[in-house]
């Protein structure tokens, strides 16, 4: 059934009713603000919504496809912005009480990608304070909802980027991916989140956590959505193709864990037959042991957000929500040796991505081990470890997308697909033709 709302329609759905006279950027950008001001409320996304330049932008998008200067798939198309990106003018606050005045002067070049090819900023959406951890209530921002249920949390730190497109609020989202911050809540909240190969996309005008690992992505409804979303973003072109004769490895040991929820398995078994179907070769593969990647990649990233912003805890420690506090201060205990076994532990693990690769066009995982735990889980106030199988992937640059790939008790689980770097092209063709041989990505929250 074709959309009645123009928010509902892809990108490309979108892009060919504006060539074609039938919607207005204007008209879209409407809609979508629209749709904010009615659902947000139960969702929380929003930081901020530019009404008046969005607008303006819009109108300056119709104008220019009238006089014949198209700037490609993405121009007049409304997009939203994690609040640790800035855009000049914007209250890009990163989520925190020691930000709270903070009004960006800038605007960081991965927004300008977008702006160039013609996409409308539409505004800021919630992040875990300084993308470190959450849901902490006592953060600038209440944490947002996952539209699947809203007792429910939506992963982190792109929280409000992974809850914007999950409800409809916008099609494509700015993020950020430092141990899985793109990943993980787009696997929790059934949409598409795309890790992109370390510093193929600029992180200047981006609030740094852990430089070594930090990584700029896209979060979109859907992967044809996103793969449109990183050829702006890095001056390419993206055109589909389909996986017949690839090879793909599959790593199913990082999914055999206690902590794995009993369909996680089953339903990776199923999207490895689903892919071999579309004429992929599947085989299995051993990889290092999980435990000691992910010690490792723990030590990089605190030590990195110590050495970023310890300076601004101790300044102001009230100013801090108690998560991201407690969060950034375990930084100081990650000494020298550690983290020089840690890096070290890098290149060990590149080096066995690489060999991989060498053999297969692409690697398959689970993206997390389990759904979103509840808001419960957090009552006490403190970070929950929740089973991942992401910040190998910031530790290598290696480039990841998760695609929905089913559901446990009602929630959204992801497959994350994994490239040789600079394989964006490979990853997105085979989340394409997963997604178009499965309905996953078609399926709506109830929160809708």
């Known amino acids: 059934m074709p959309a009645t709302n123009p928010c509902d329609l892809s990108i490309a759905e979108a892009s060919a009713a504006l060539r074609g006279g039938s919607l207005t950027s204007v008209a879209l950008t409407r809609a979508h603000i629209d749709r904010i001001a009615s659902r947000d409320a139960k969702v929380g996304a929003f930081t901020h919504v530019a009404e008046a330049e969005a607008l303006a932008a ?15 798939p993405l121009h007049g198309i409304p997009f939203a912005i994690k609040d640790i990106i800035d855009v000049v003018g914007w209250p890009i606050r990163w989520g925190s009480r020691a930000q709270a005045g903070r009004i960006a002067t800038e605007t960081a070049p991965a927004v300008t990608a977008l702006l160039n090819a013609g996409a409308v900023p539409l505004g800021a959406v919630a992040t875990y304070e300084m993308a470190t951890v959450g849901p902490d209530t006592t953060a600038l921002t209440p944490p947002p909802v996952n539209p699947w249920n809203p007792a429910y949390i939506t992963g982190g730190s792109s929280s409000g980027s992974a809850a914007a497109v999950a409800a409809g609020l916008v099609r494509l989202a700015l993020g950020t991916d430092t141990g899985g911050s793109v990943r993980s809540p787009a696997a929790y909240c059934g949409v598409v989140g795309l890790k992109s190969t370390y510093e193929a996309i600029s992180r200047k005008g981006v609030m740094p956590l852990s430089p070594s690992l930090d990584c700029v992505g896209p979060l979109a409804r859907s992967v044809w959505d996103a793969a449109l979303a990183f050829a702006a973003l890095t001056g390419g072109v993206w055109q589909a193709s389909g996986i017949d004769g690839l090879s793909l490895a599959y790593g199913r040991g990082w999914a055999e864990d206690a902590s794995a929820h009993p369909v996680l398995l089953p339903l990776l078994d199923d999207a490895a037959s689903v892919l071999s179907l579309c004429g992929a070769r599947v085989t299995l593969t051993d990889l290092p042991d999980y435990a000691p990647i992910e010690a490792a990649g723990s030590d990089i990233l605190l030590s990195e ?65 389990a759904p979103a735990p509840p808001f419960s889980a957090f009552a006490a106030g403190e970070p929950v470890w929740t089973a991942m199988r992401t910040i190998p992937l910031n530790m290598t640059g290696h480039p990841a997308v ?30 394409a033709a997963f997604e178009a041989a499965t309905d996953h990505s078609v399926l709506q929250p109830p929160l809708t």
């Open 58 to 72: 819009a109108e300056s998008a119709d104008n220019e496809l009238t006089e014949g200067r198209d700037r490609g």
């Open 305 to 369: 957000g110590w050495a970023a912003h310890g300076a601004t805890v101790e300044a102001d420690p009230a100013a801090i929500g108690d998560m991201a506090r407690a969060s950034l201060r375990s930084g100081q205990g990650v000494t020298g040796e550690r983290l020089a076994g840690a890096r070290a532990s890098v290149a060990l693990l590149t080096e066995a991505l690489d060999a991989v690769f060498a053999r297969h066009a692409a690697l398959i995982l689970p993206t997390t081990l």
């Open 402 to 431: 998760s695609v929905p790939m089913g559901f446990a008790n009602g929630l959204p689980l992801g497959l994350q697909i994994v490239g040789p770097k600079g394989g964006e092209d490979i990853i997105l063709r085979i989340g």
